[in-house]
């Protein structure tokens, strides 16, 4: 089975300031179609998760642009531009290239 | 608007069954494939089953196959999980999640496995 690795599991962040997330997958997240289907989730204290970014670098709709995702392969990033109140929270990252999917153990974001 | 609504769980003894139900509205659930995800504080977050947009096809993780059925009824727009032989360590919230890749979660509902 794959697993995703994440760091760091805790992201104490000043506000306005940029922050950024590790996500490493032990195999390839390559699929045969040629796409890489990685995602990123975020879950806001008492919330369920909400994808933010899928196929590695594309937002979903309503997503704010001060988040971003890159990588390929193996290693994929989160990045927030600039960190808001608002962004506190748990995030995953995901694979869906292989059964079973897999998350990371998750960063918890935080306010300085 | 996209709504996942679920429902069904509760507490169960160790040996137990229960059935989970997902009510979908706002999109097109017969194209749509659908999984169960599940969340607990100490194994995070865990996809439990997958089933196609027709239903003719399903996957299950090691720890609950033969015990958990995934299904779906399309006319109903509605996805199921029954779930037999609990164990405490099936105890955590279940999503009702749409898409290959997770796109919409519900809610959830809570299972607790305890005597």
């Known amino acids: 089975d794959v697993v995703m690795t994440q760091s760091p599991l805790s992201l104490p962040v000043t506000l306005g300031q940029p922050a950024s997330i590790s996500c490493r997958s032990s195999?390839?997240?390559?699929?045969?179609?040629?796409?890489?289907?990685l995602s990123w989730f975020q879950q806001r204290p008492g919330q369920s998760p909400r994808r933010l970014i899928y196929?590695?670098?594309n937002r979903d709709s309503g997503v704010p642009d001060r988040f971003s995702g890159s990588g390929s392969g193996t290693d994929f990033t989160l990045k927030i531009s600039r960190v808001e109140a608002e962004d506190v929270g748990v995030y995953y990252c995901m694979q869906g290239t292989h059964w079973p999917r897999a998350f990371g153990q998750g960063t918890k974001v935080e306010i300085k | 608007e996209v709504q996942l609504l679920e429902s069904g769980g509760g507490l169960v003894q160790p040996g137990g069954s229960l059935s989970l139900s997902c009510a979908a509205s706002g999109f097109s659930f017969s194209t749509s494939a659908m999984t169960w995800v599940r969340q607990t504080p100490g194994k995070g977050l865990e996809c439990v089953s997958l089933i196609y947009e027709s239903g003719g096809k399903t996957y299950y993780i090691d720890s609950v196959k033969g015990r958990f059925t995934i299904s779906r009824d399309n006319s109903k727009n509605t996805l199921y999980l029954e779930m037999n032989s609990l164990r405490a360590e099936d105890t955590a919230i279940y999503y009702c999640v749409t898409g290959w890749q997770s796109s919409i979660w519900g809610q959830g509902t809570m299972v607790i496995v305890s005597s």
């Open positions: 195999q390839s997240l390559v699929h045969s179609d040629g796409n890489t289907y």
């Open positions: 196929k590695v670098s």
